[in-house]
């Protein structure tokens, strides 16, 4: 198997594992986490297309979006702790409030 | 006359009030308060110097003069384009009712300054009640002064808004508030008519100005009704072809005119059937009933008939109506009169049925006499007001009879005045009101016996519950209601009391009918042709040229006075008094046995005919009755519609709201479940 296909593959894992955290977990944080391993799931995706065409492409494209990742970070994390200053948790159930 | 003092002088006289009352509007509340009353003195002070002046002129100029002065244009319409103009129309009829009006309101406004008070200070609006007053004065100064239709018209609403602001002076009574509205609503039917006659006016003639719609219809109605179409075209300034058309427009809408302006003048002039606005103003305070509802506002009516004479002698069954109504009304309101206690809703039946005089003799073409009676009413009727609010400011604000009496010793000088006034109503020979009323019963005996006789039946009503109304108020027991301290009135108070009381005996030696013979010729004229009985014109023209305003008993004789007639009337007013005295002094209880006779009769004419209760179930709760089905059409109907509409999104709504669950996993399943479908399908379809 190629190094580009397996790369591809740890990608596409990466993604399911990620949304898989995401959809079964209350914690605002580890749900957080979860988007940053689907997050890097699309890096790699994005570093093994680069390769597969034989273009740099890929890998500026990837680098650019790490500093917007971690810009993202701070900010989530920032929201998080106001988040927790309101209701003193940080499970999603307590802001379950917007039902129809 | 000088057309630039005639401007001057009515200048003044409309602007000085209005200043006056701008000036307390401005200024009352913040600096002048309890010296509000100043300014409106000393503006409608001048405007009564003015107006002397200009009586004086028009005296000068032998009376037959017209001043027709135009201040400004004010806009321009209408096809062949017609400015409207800001202008004055001054002749003897103007400069005798200007006088009328500024004088007694000067007097009333002196009067307020006291009446207005509590024990010294100004009571709440003290302000706001002078400058209402000095806005009244401008108003009606507009009114009288007015050279076309239009100024008129203005002048005719301001004194109907001038009206309702006073009525409601007390507007934290309900019954001030409802009478105000009640005013208001009332005039407003008839000023619909007002209004409807003068824009069949322009439509008609295309002018609005009177000298061109009076030289017009003049035209239009010579040679017997024929009219001479060379004469409507000079009038209007267009050629013969216009001409003719105007003057058969005018010729066939005539009547129909006058009868739209005589509906104004049936509201404001509180004549029946629009008169149940009158007696409810009394909820004003008693200057106000004086000075709008009994000397000036209320003759409104009066002095439009008068001033539009070409108009209304074009149509004898107008006459006939305004004749009719006048004389039916007079008897009407005097009827309701003998039973009422409030000595003030008694003088505001009488107001009505003296102004009912008024237009029986406008009906009988005695324009002249109706002037007359006009000028002395608007003299001894504010006196009697005043002297009413004199007694109500000495009783603590009560004024039914059946609470005080025998007030002769408590009020010695306003009893005095009251009385004189009592005795120039009554028509007591010598006195004011009998020569001006004696006047109108002449020229309606000539025109019809029957209205002759309603207006002599009428005169010895007039008397006894005058009569009535005096001898319950200050003769027999002495009584005050309890807890009051009576007290004579001040000076304030006092002195314009004594000024019109000698108006109130003098008035009637001022001849005004001959002084204002040239304005009220048309009716002269169409007498002449409607009884070819006239000797009156020529022996008033004949005083008029002895000397303008002439004051002699001898020119009333010239005028044609039945010296038969004057005795009958004097003898029935002498007659009714002395019943009055005989039935409320000396047997105090022939009243009572009176009323257990006829008590049918007598609860008819102490509920005013029912007419209010009839009004209330005509008119009232059948229009209130609409509202409420319009207000329910709106509410259910209308609302339903606009509800059904609304309810499509909102069952949409209603359907869909399941999806918002609020928890975010639900809405990460969704996204990822759509994610993936659009993966299988782009990986299927092989793309």
Known sequence: MPAESQLVIVGAALFALGLVGFLSRRNLIVMFLSTEVMFQGVLLNLVAMGQIHGRLDGQVFALFLLVIAAVEAALALGLIVLLFRRRGTVATDAWATMQG | ?687
């Open chain 2, 1 to 687: 006359m000088s057309e630039t003092a005639v401007a001057a002088c009515s200048i003044l006289i409309l602007l000085c009030p209005l200043l006056g009352a701008g000036l307390i509007g401005a200024l009352g509340r913040p600096v002048l308060r309890g010296r509000s009353h100043a300014p409106a003195i000393i503006g409608v002070g001048i405007g009564v110097i003015a107006s002397f002046v200009i009586l004086h002129m028009v005296r000068a100029a032998g009376g037959a003069e017209t001043a027709h002065v135009v201040l400004y244009q004010w806009f321009v319409t209408g096809a062949p384009s017609a400015w409207f103009n800001v202008e004055v129309l001054v002749d003897a009829l103007t400069a005798v009712m200007l006088v009328t009006v500024t004088f007694v309101s000067l007097l009333v406004i002196i009067y307020s300054r006291d009446y207005m008070r509590e024990h010294g200070q100004p009571a709440r609006g003290y302000e706001r009640f002078f400058a209402f007053l000095a806005l009244f004065v401008f108003s009606m100064c507009a009114l009288v002064l007015a050279g076309n239709f239009l100024l008129l018209y203005l002048g005719w609403e301001l004194v109907g808004l001038c009206s309702y602001l006073l009525i409601g002076f007390y507007y934290q009574r309900p019954a001030a508030a409802a009478a105000a509205k009640k005013a208001f609503l009332v005039n407003r039917i008839g000023d619909f008519g007002f209004g409807l006659g003068i824009l069949l006016i322009y439509l008609t003639i295309g002018h609005l100005d009177y000298e061109t719609v009076f030289g017009a219809v003049q035209a239009a109605m010579a040679n017997h009704g024929h009219g001479d179409v060379g004469a409507v075209a000079a009038a209007l300034n267009t050629d013969l072809a216009t001409a003719v058309g105007v003057m058969q427009g005018i010729q066939n809408r005539v009547a129909i005119i006058a009868l739209l302006l005589f509906c104004g003048a049936i509201g404001k002039s509180a004549q029946l059937p629009l008169y149940v606005w009158l007696p409810d103003a009394m909820e004003g305070p008693s200057p106000v009933s004086a000075l709008i509802h009994a000397a000036t506002m209320v003759t409104a009516g009066v002095y439009m008939v008068a001033r539009c004479g070409v108009i209304f002698t074009a149509s004898p069954a107008v006459m006939t109506v305004v004749a009719l109504v006048g004389a039916v009304t007079a008897l009407y309101a005097a009827t309701i009169a003998l039973t009422q206690h409030d000595m003030k809703r008694i003088l505001a039946y009488s107001t009505v049925s003296q102004l009912g005089y008024m237009f029986l003799g406008l009906g009988v073409y005695a324009a002249g006499s109706a002037i007359f009676h006009l000028f002395t009413h608007a003299f001894f009727k504010a006196l009697l007001f005043l002297s009413a609010g004199s007694v109500m400011h000495a009783m603590g604000g009560i004024i039914d009879l059946r609470h005080f009496g025998g007030l002769r010793r408590i009020m010695p000088w306003t009893c005095r005045f009251c009385v004189i006034g009592a005795l120039a109503l009554a028509g007591f020979p010598l006195f004011s009101g009998f020569w001006s009323k004696d006047e109108i019963i002449h020229h309606a005996f000539q025109s019809n016996v029957w209205l002759g006789l309603i207006g002599l039946v009428t005169a010895a009503l007039t008397a006894f519950y005058t009569g009535r109304m005096i001898f319950r108020a200050f003769w027999g027991l002495e009584r005050v209601p309890e807890g009051v301290h009576a007290h004579e009135s001040g000076r304030w108070i006092l002195v314009p009391l004594g000024v019109l009381a000698a108006g109130a005996v003098l008035a009637g030696y001022i001849h005004v009918g001959g002084f204002i013979e040239p304005v009220t010729e048309p009716f002269a004229l169409a007498a002449a042709q409607a009884h070819h009985t006239i000797p009156v014109h020529e022996t008033l023209l004949h005083a008029a040229a002895l000397g303008p305003g002439g004051a002699d008993v001898a020119t009333h004789a010239a005028e044609g006075h039945n010296y038969g007639l004057m005795a009958a009337s004097g003898l029935i007013v002498i007659l009714a008094l002395g019943l009055a005295y005989l039935a409320y002094v000396i047997w105090p209880g022939l009243p009572s046995m009176v009323t257990a006779i006829w008590p049918r009769a007598y609860r008819l004419l102490f509920h005013k005919y029912y007419v209010d209760e009839i009004y209330d179930a005509g008119v009232v709760q059948p229009l209130r009755g609409s509202g409420r089905l319009c207000f329910g059409i709106d509410e259910y109907v209308v609302d339903g519609l606009i509800w059904l509409v609304t309810a499509v999104p909102r069952a949409l709504a209603y359907a869909l709201r399941g999806l918002q669950s609020g928890a975010m996993q639900g809405y990460g399943v969704t996204m990822a479940t759509g994610l993936a479908i659009i993966v299988l399908v782009v990986l299927l379809s092989g793309w």
